[in-house]
């Protein structure tokens, strides 16, 4: 099961910032916290990713809280190409592995 | 620097036959990992394989359904007695080592009638 918690679906007004909340009470020390968004059911788009810090790249800002039960993704100008479904996963090993356990993501509508 | 190629992006299959699916990751990345999704459904992990090795299968189902990632060539994920159950988005994606970000394909749709 995945280890996040997001709300099923938000909207946001074009041009503003939207802020995209994600819940992982469960996370262990050497977890990361990933974002992805897949548009149209195209193949998932890596945004940002996160372990302690908070992280800024050119798509996105990542704010993680000091006790890293919660992340928030932040798209500062949101477009109308911004629309689509917002995975956070939290990544560690998982039976040896480092597969990705996806949840029901959260879908953003951007509204002109 | 090309990213995930999967191929074909769209197939159709009839209930019996078998389907294939590539995958070719991305320049320099050894490992390849496959997810599935059911309409309206998350991605759900398949399979993870790095050069000629299967990893982590614990995502596949036990019949039907085989990985393989050969030396040279792209991953193939085999699918065969095809049902109407199969019928979903398979994604691929790589990553150059097992610990780092994976970049995702565009899928293959594959239809079952």
């Given at each position: 099961?995945?280890?996040?918690?997001?709300?099923?679906?938000?909207?946001?007004?074009?041009?503003?910032?939207?802020?995209?909340?994600?819940?992982?009470?469960?996370?262990?020390?050497?977890?990361?916290v990933?974002?992805?968004?897949?548009?149209?059911?195209?193949?998932?788009?890596?945004?940002?990713?996160?372990?302690?810090?908070?992280?800024?790249?050119?798509?996105?800002?990542?704010?993680?809280?000091?006790?890293?039960?919660?992340?928030?993704?932040?798209?500062?100008?949101?477009?109308?190409?911004?629309?689509a479904?917002?995975?956070?996963?939290?990544?560690?090993?998982?039976?040896?592995?480092?597969?990705?356990?996806?949840?029901?993501?959260?879908?953003?509508?951007?509204?002109? | 620097?090309?990213?995930?190629?999967?191929?074909?992006?769209?197939?159709?299959?009839?209930?019996?036959?078998?389907?294939?699916?590539?995958?070719?990751?991305?320049?320099?990345?050894?490992h390849?990992?496959?997810?599935r999704?059911?309409?309206?459904?998350?991605?759900?992990?398949?399979?993870?394989?790095?050069?000629?090795?299967?990893?982590?299968?614990?995502?596949?189902?036990?019949?039907?359904?085989?990985a393989?990632?050969?030396?040279?060539?792209?991953?193939?994920?085999?699918?065969?007695?095809?049902?109407?159950?199969?019928?979903?988005?398979?994604?691929?994606?790589?990553?150059?080592?097992?610990?780092?970000?994976?970049?995702?394909?565009?899928?293959?749709?594959?239809?079952?009638?």
């Open positions: 099961d995945a280890k996040t918690t997001q709300p099923p679906s938000m909207d946001c007004a074009e041009g503003r910032a939207a802020n995209l909340p994600c819940n992982h009470s469960t996370i262990s020390g050497n977890e990361y990933y974002w992805y968004r897949q548009i149209h059911s195209q193949g998932p788009q890596y945004i940002i990713h996160g372990l302690k810090n908070n992280e800024t790249n050119e798509m996105a800002s990542l704010i993680i809280t000091e006790d890293r039960k919660s992340s928030t993704l932040i798209l500062p100008h949101a477009t109308l190409r911004d629309t479904v917002y995975y956070c996963i939290v990544r560690g090993r998982t039976s040896g592995t480092y597969k990705y356990i996806f949840g029901t993501g959260t879908r953003l509508k951007v509204l002109a | 620097n090309a990213g995930v190629m999967q191929n074909p992006r769209h197939l159709v299959r009839r209930r019996g036959q078998e389907a294939r699916l590539r995958c070719s990751p991305m320049k320099g990345h050894s390849v990992y496959w997810y999704q059911l309409p309206e459904e998350g991605l759900k992990f398949m399979v993870y394989l790095q050069k000629e090795n299967i990893i982590d299968e614990s995502g596949m189902p036990k019949e039907r359904f085989s393989e990632f050969p030396k040279e060539g792209p991953s193939i994920l085999r699918i065969q007695q095809v049902v109407r159950g199969d019928s979903a988005a398979y994604f691929c994606a790589s990553s150059p080592g097992a610990e780092e970000t994976q970049y995702f394909g565009p899928g293959t749709r594959l239809l079952v009638l």
